[in-house]
């Protein structure tokens, strides 16, 4: 596709976001994501605020409509259809204003016993100008119940919601609309509010208010009150307590089937973000431990703008780290890992946005490079005391398993035969008793492998590798990270691989780095920030 053809249609926003991001009316999540992505790398926050901005509003306005499932663009048949007999349709009501003052015009409609979707919604606006009984979004709740499911009422009650409620106002407004409106149209209408409130009011405080909108709330089937959860767990998932965040994953669990397939991605990451949160210390013990967290907690109760930002700059700070990494984030250690499964599933979403450079190299080579590192390796192992402590333990336990194996029962069953009979002397029949002793040993070997021999060969090498990786090839690995900017992830399947080598600490490497987050906080640092 050409930039010609690939000029934004701004004229189509806020009315048609489908025509914007040329959707079709069955777009899923996938399609979705894409379009947005698309425009999103153009149009980056920090270079074109105002085009982020409309970008953005039109994504989440058309997330929410699938989410919750149904166009809050379709208005009901019965509400366009109007008998043969009737009388003509009025005209507007904001017309009127150019022959009547606002407050004749307010009260005209106020006591009107039939009022249309058009009336509700200029009811609505001249409500801030007289200064009535009703607010604005008490008409729009009101019109919503007259008219259930109108399509430009429900449209104008959600952008109101995600723009024109001042904080003081949003207890009211959520109560109001709790008390009015049907759960479907409740939780997809004022989401964006939540959002505010949860992001702006200690967490007790928004718990509160929404258990008190709940109790008002008339009961539906349970659905988009699920579908809200989903999306407000994560936003909530890392100050909330722990009966709070059990009480709604429960009853998310209970209606699972009928939440939707494409929520399941939400739901993946909030099992990502559990082993952190159970993990996460109270005060951070290092500032790249600080970065991470900002990271993470913009990622879960932040704007993607935000989000963003914070991430690239964690980026930076793992990049300056410098020697700092290694000592910061230090390899098998619980606490520090319990990030890297959620840290990996944001970096993978920023980069769907940002479409930074791939540091995947080509096969051939990666494999050269991945090969020459190993032998590099390789040759310093063997020349440092702990490698050679290693080779030289594995070469005494081979020696032990002979001995125990092979040679101990031949000088048992020779002192035995010299004890019972005197005509032996062990010279002429010495290797006959070799024959059985090598059916026993065949039959040992093979008993003892699974069961003694192999598990003490893991524990050696456990043991050796974790000690070599710690003093030597975790520094020399960061080194060669910082210089190749390569992707761990491809060196892992890589050294995984090697396996012509009669000895080779590449499947040791490879476990090791595996359980270590540095070199993979460096590795995608490097990609972004390259």
């Not at 699972?256 to 210390?281: K, M, N, Q, S, W």
């Not at 995947?360 to 590192?373: N, Y």
Request: overall charge neutral; some cysteine.
């Amino acid at each position: 596709m050409s930039d010609a053809d690939d000029t934004p249609r701004w004229d189509l926003l806020p009315d048609d976001p489908l025509g914007f991001f040329a959707l079709g009316a069955d777009y899923d999540r996938t399609g979705l994501k894409r379009a947005y992505n698309r425009y999103i790398r153009r149009f980056r926050p920090e270079k074109c605020p105002a085009e982020f901005m409309k970008i953005r509003a039109a994504y989440e306005e058309l997330d929410a409509r699938l989410r919750y499932g149904f166009d809050p663009d379709e208005t009901p048949a019965a509400e366009e259809a109007r008998a043969p007999t009737q009388p003509p349709p009025r005209p507007r009501a904001l017309a009127r204003l150019a022959e009547e003052p606002p407050e004749t015009l307010y009260a005209s409609l106020r006591a009107s016993g039939s009022r249309s979707p058009s009336d509700y919604a200029t009811l609505a606006v001249l409500s801030d100008l007289v200064q009535g009984d009703h607010g604005f979004a008490s008409w729009l709740v009101e019109g919503i119940a007259a008219h259930p499911r109108d399509g430009p009422l429900v449209h104008l009650l959600y952008e109101y919601c995600r723009n024109g409620v001042r904080p003081e106002e949003r207890r009211d407004v959520l109560l109001v609309a709790s008390r009015g409106l049907a759960e479907d149209v409740f939780y997809s209408c004022t989401e964006p509010l939540w959002d505010q409130v949860l992001a702006d009011a200690p967490f007790d405080e928004f718990k509160d208010l929404l258990a008190e909108c709940e109790r008002s709330l008339p009961r539906g089937t349970g659905t988009c009150r699920a579908i809200f959860y989903v999306h407000v767990l994560r936003r909530a998932y890392l100050k909330a307590d722990d009966e709070w965040l059990a009480e709604k994953t429960a009853f998310v669990e209970e209606h699972y089937e009928t939440i939707g397939e494409f929520l399941e991605r939400d739901l993946v990451f909030l099992d990502l973000l559990e082993p952190y949160r159970a993990r996460r210390p109270d005060r951070a013990s290092s500032h790249v431990h600080d970065a991470i967290d900002r990271a993470i907690r913009a990622y879960c109760e932040d704007d993607r703008r935000v989000a963003d930002r914070e991430f690239l700059r964690l980026q930076l700070v793992i990049r300056d780290a410098g020697d700092g990494l290694a000592k910061a984030v230090r390899p098998r250690d619980k606490g520090g890992r319990a990030f890297l499964d959620a840290y990996r599933w944001i970096a993978d979403e920023v980069a769907e946005r940002v479409d930074p450079p791939s540091n995947e190299l080509g096969e051939t080579r990666a494999r050269t490079r991945a090969t020459e590192f190993m032998n590099r390796l390789e040759r310093l192992t063997r020349r440092s005391v702990t490698g050679m402590a290693w080779y030289v333990s594995s070469a005494l336990m081979a020696f032990f398993v002979v001995f125990l194996i092979l040679l101990l029962p031949v000088y048992v069953i020779d002192g035995i035969l010299r004890r019972v009979s005197d005509s032996w002397d062990g010279s002429g029949g010495f290797f006959l008793v070799l024959i059985p002793v090598f059916i026993y040993a065949n039959r040992a070997v093979k008993f003892l492998r699974p069961r003694l021999i192999s598990p003490m060969r893991r524990r050696i090498a456990k043991a050796f590798s974790g000690i070599l990786y710690r003093r030597l090839w975790r520094k020399e690995l960061l080194a060669f990270i910082r210089q190749t900017g390569m992707s761990v992830r491809q060196l892992v399947f890589l050294w995984s691989t090697f396996r012509d080598r009669a000895v080779s600490v590449s499947g040791w490497v490879a476990a090791h780095t595996m359980q270590d987050p540095a070199p993979e906080l460096l590795s995608t640092s490097m990609r972004f920030v390259s």
